[in-house]
């Protein structure tokens, strides 16, 4: 038998067991629950205690049966205890059935509608009275009167205690209820009263703002926040005490984390205000990639045109200089055209920078072993450095593998450690660069330098475009690559100087690597050697296996061996076809992953035949294109 079956059998036997007779009629005027008692008491048939029984039914059936002695419009009293019932209130009552019983009505509503009542025979008690008042000829009426008022009294007394410890089990429960949700929810939630104390939290303060305590009732505003937070929050608060409702949004100093907090003023007006705090940093960073998406797409529409003119004008002058310099020129004219042509192909790479940081650019994130990052970045770095400055490379990164674009990441802190060794010049020096995790919300990367450190216009307009202390050895798009690549994900980048020299600092989206790819057997397809090797060592890079096909019938052939977890053709296979090659496995191994790669534009009809049923890969491919079509259970 069921549990549930074993414990409602229980239950009625102990119902059963009571002398009272109880009935239980939900919201609806329905039968819930009765016991035995309450059928013999009232001479109830099976059907009116029968749960579901209907409540006007039983008080038609009680008139009937002259329970409630003559009853003329017998309609109007049932519609008039269902009006009552509806309208229930708790009472307690003594009344005289027509039998000569005497008993006593207790009702309580309950919590979700409906009302519990319980009946108690006093004949006995009511007996017991009587005969006192009959015998008893020295005590005066007014006594006899004052005893049964008294024990009338105390037994309504006994039936407003018990409906009080029901509401106030009720409250407690209901009490924990909202504290327990309180305490788990993802954000702080708090009241301060009008001297700005602390009298209620959910005790998750100290979840969102590290180094905060998590009780703080009885502290101050500026005790539980500290100075630096509780002065940003102060004048919102000052103006929902004065009932004006608010939300702020603040970067908290020492975490770094975006917090969102809603300030709503306490209806009682007494200056009170609610607080509503969550964690928005996640939100934050994909809206500043976003928005720094857009304002490249803006700069990319606004430049493409002037770049192309501007590249148009470089080459006409490139193709008078060669001109000229056919001529028969006076003496150190010659040196005055070299000048000029170095000057446009310097103004080509300039283009060529600004294209690059206007165009259009994804994020290829991927897992990243930190250790594996930094030993394979420090001879890179060291390269670029003469021998009297050395490089000191650390990280404290709680976890062992990030998701990063670590080619972009590794172009860019080259780029840092280049401009520190220009900063300490001839002399001899060190460039640090430090890796560690904020608060569980931030990679921050930090590269120092023991040089003259920023000028102050340096750290005002270091981040803007072709600013440069550098004179004409500089582009001054430097730092504002390095700048956009870090904005690109959602980051900041910050500018200062330290005791020694000068200090970048970089804040990446902190993001654990959750998963390592299982390793896959692929079978790239491609009819030039030179890519399928190029594709095959990204792959086997990733940890991957690799097969090759220069052909469609080779890969063809190579699609029946067993294990092959994928296939990785080009659609151009010389005379053949990579978008048919893949329908023909496609029918044969349908438990195969299929994918195309291409340097066909989107507009050729073969690259949208292919598209409209598997990825395609654009040309040139990187290893975070492969590792998320191979990787999807990784988060990105």
Same mark, same amino acid.
């Given at each position: 038998?069921?549990?549930?079956?074993?414990?409602?059998?229980?239950?009625?036997?102990?119902?059963?067991?009571?002398?009272?007779?109880?009935? *239980?009629?939900?919201?609806?005027?329905?039968?819930?629950?009765?016991?035995?008692?309450?059928?013999?008491?009232?001479?109830?048939?099976?059907?009116?205690?029968?749960?579901?029984?209907?409540?006007?039914?039983?008080?038609?059936?009680?008139?009937?049966? $002259?329970?409630?002695?003559?009853?003329?419009?017998?309609?109007?009293?049932?519609? /008039?205890?269902?009006?009552?019932?509806?309208?229930?209130?708790?009472?307690? %009552?003594?009344? #005289?059935?027509?039998?000569?019983?005497?008993?006593?009505? /207790?009702?309580?509503?309950?919590?979700?509608?409906?009302?519990?009542?319980?009946?108690?025979?006093?004949?006995?008690?009511?007996?017991?009275?009587?005969?006192?008042?009959?015998?008893?000829? /020295?005590?005066?009426?007014?006594?006899?009167?004052?005893?049964?008022?008294?024990?009338?009294?105390?037994?309504?007394?006994?039936?407003?205690?018990?409906?009080?410890?029901?509401?106030?089990?009720?409250?407690?429960? %209901?009490?924990?209820?909202?504290?327990?949700?309180?305490?788990?929810?993802?954000?702080? *939630?708090?009241?301060?009263?009008?001297?700005?104390?602390?009298?209620?939290?959910?005790?998750?303060?100290?979840? !969102?703002?590290?180094?905060?305590?998590?009780?703080?009732?009885?502290?101050?505003? #500026?005790?539980? !926040?500290?100075?630096?937070?509780?002065?940003?929050?102060?004048?919102?608060?000052?103006?929902?005490?004065? $009932?004006?409702?608010?939300?702020?949004?603040?970067?908290?100093?020492?975490?770094?984390?975006?917090?969102?907090?809603?300030?709503?003023?306490?209806?009682?007006?007494?200056?009170?205000?609610?607080?509503?705090?969550?964690?928005?940093?996640?939100?934050?960073?994909?809206?500043?990639?976003?928005?720094?998406?857009?304002?490249?797409?803006?700069?990319?529409?606004?430049?493409?045109?002037?770049?192309?003119?501007?590249?148009?004008?470089?080459?006409?002058?490139? $193709?008078?200089?060669?001109?000229?310099?056919?001529?028969?020129?006076?003496?150190?004219?010659?040196?005055?055209?070299?000048?000029?042509?170095?000057? #446009?192909?310097?103004?080509?790479?300039?283009?060529?920078?600004?294209?690059?940081?206007? $165009?259009?650019?994804?994020?290829?994130?991927?897992?990243?072993?930190?250790?594996?990052?930094?030993?394979?970045?420090?001879?890179?770095?060291?390269?670029?450095?003469?021998?009297?400055?050395?490089?000191?490379?650390?990280?404290?990164?709680?976890?062992?593998?990030?998701?990063?674009?670590?080619?972009?990441?590794?172009?860019?802190?080259?780029?840092?450690?280049?401009?520190?060794?220009?900063?300490?010049?001839?002399?001899?020096?060190?460039?640090?660069?430090?890796?560690?995790?904020?608060?569980?919300?931030?990679?921050?990367?930090?590269?120092?330098?023991?040089?003259?450190?920023?000028?102050?216009?340096?750290?005002?307009?270091?981040?803007?475009?072709?600013?440069?202390?550098?004179?004409?050895?500089?582009?001054?798009?430097?730092?504002?690559?390095?700048?956009?690549?870090?904005?690109?994900?959602?980051?900041?980048?910050?500018?200062?100087?330290?005791?020694?020299?000068?200090?970048?600092?970089?804040?990446?989206?902190?993001?654990?690597?959750?998963?390592?790819?299982?390793?896959?057997?692929?079978?790239?397809?491609?009819?030039?050697?030179? *890519?399928?090797?190029?594709?095959?060592?990204?792959?086997?890079?990733?940890?991957?296996?690799?097969?090759?096909?220069?052909?469609?019938?080779?890969?063809?052939?190579?699609?029946?061996?067993?294990?092959?977890?994928?296939?990785?053709?080009?659609?151009?296979?010389? /005379?053949?076809?990579?978008?048919?090659?893949?329908?023909?496995?496609?029918?044969?191994?349908?438990? *195969?992953?299929?994918?195309? %790669?291409?340097?066909?534009?989107?507009?050729?009809?073969?690259?949208?035949?292919?598209?409209?049923?598997?990825?395609?890969?654009?040309?040139?491919?990187?290893?975070?294109?492969?590792?998320?079509?191979?990787?999807?259970?990784?988060?990105?």
């Amino acid at each position: 038998m069921p549990r549930e079956r074993i414990t409602d059998s229980f239950t009625r036997a102990g119902l059963n067991l009571i002398k009272q007779a109880l009935s *239980i009629y939900d919201a609806d005027l329905k039968l819930a629950v009765c016991n035995r008692p309450f059928q013999t008491m009232f001479g109830l048939p099976r059907s009116l205690v029968t749960p579901g029984a209907d409540f006007g039914d039983t008080i038609r059936f009680l008139v009937e049966a $002259g329970e409630y002695g003559a009853v003329t419009d017998r309609d109007a009293f049932v519609q /008039e205890r269902l009006d009552q019932a509806r309208a229930f209130v708790p009472h307690y %009552m003594e009344r #005289v059935r027509a039998n000569g019983q005497t008993i006593s009505v /207790e009702g309580s509503p309950l919590p979700d509608g409906g009302w519990v009542t319980v009946y108690t025979d006093i004949t006995s008690v009511k007996r017991q009275e009587s005969l006192l008042r009959m015998r008893s000829e /020295e005590l005066s009426d007014q006594l006899l009167d004052h005893s049964e008022e008294l024990a009338l009294t105390n037994r309504r007394l006994e039936a407003s205690i018990a409906q009080l410890q029901e509401a106030q089990a009720e409250l407690t429960e %209901m009490a924990a209820r909202t504290r327990l949700v309180t305490e788990m929810t993802p954000a702080h *939630i708090a009241h301060v009263d009008g001297d700005g104390v602390y009298t209620y939290t959910n005790r998750r303060l100290s979840s !969102l703002l590290p180094e905060r305590p998590s009780d703080i009732v009885g502290l101050s505003f #500026v005790q539980a !926040l500290g100075t630096e937070v509780a002065s940003l929050l102060e004048p919102t608060l000052a103006k929902a005490a004065a $009932g004006e409702a608010a939300v702020l949004e603040f970067t908290e100093p020492i975490s770094g984390r975006r917090v969102r907090t809603a300030f709503t003023p306490d209806d009682r007006g007494d200056g009170g205000v609610y607080l509503l705090s969550t964690d928005v940093t996640a939100e934050a960073q994909a809206r500043a990639a976003l928005e720094h998406t857009h304002k490249r797409e803006m700069a990319a529409q606004l430049t493409s045109g002037l770049a192309h003119d501007f590249a148009n004008l470089l080459t006409i002058i490139l $193709g008078l200089q060669t001109q000229l310099e056919r001529l028969p020129l006076p003496q150190g004219a010659h040196e005055l055209t070299a000048a000029t042509r170095l000057a #446009v192909r310097r103004g080509g790479r300039l283009l060529d920078k600004i294209a690059n940081m206007t $165009g259009a650019r994804d994020a290829s994130l991927a897992p990243v072993v930190i250790e594996d990052f930094i030993a394979s970045f420090a001879p890179l770095a060291r390269a670029t450095l003469p021998d009297d400055i050395t490089l000191r490379l650390t990280a404290e990164v709680t976890h062992p593998a990030l998701m990063l674009d670590a080619g972009t990441l590794q172009d860019g802190l080259l780029n840092l450690v280049l401009n520190a060794r220009d900063a300490i010049g001839s002399a001899s020096g060190e460039v640090a660069v430090h890796l560690r995790d904020v608060t569980d919300t931030w990679l921050e990367i930090t590269v120092t330098d023991s040089g003259c450190g920023f000028s102050a216009e340096a750290l005002d307009q270091g981040l803007n475009p072709f600013f440069t202390t550098k004179g004409n050895e500089g582009s001054g798009l430097g730092l504002t690559m390095v700048y956009d690549l870090v904005k690109l994900v959602g980051g900041t980048m910050r500018l200062a100087n330290n005791d020694i020299g000068a200090c970048v600092t970089l804040r990446l989206p902190l993001k654990p690597a959750k998963a390592e790819p299982r390793p896959r057997l692929v079978l790239v397809v491609d009819d030039v050697a030179e *890519i399928r090797a190029a594709v095959r060592d990204m792959l086997t890079d990733l940890g991957h296996r690799v097969i090759e096909a220069g052909s469609a019938e080779e890969a063809a052939a190579l699609a029946d061996l067993p294990g092959l977890d994928w296939i990785l053709s080009d659609i151009n296979l010389g /005379e053949e076809d990579g978008v048919a090659l893949l329908s023909d496995i496609a029918g044969r191994h349908p438990q *195969i992953g299929l994918a195309l %790669m291409t340097s066909l534009p989107p507009a050729d009809p073969r690259h949208s035949a292919g598209a409209a049923r598997w990825p395609v890969l654009p040309k040139p491919l990187a290893p975070g294109m492969l590792h998320r079509l191979l990787s999807p259970e990784v988060a990105a």
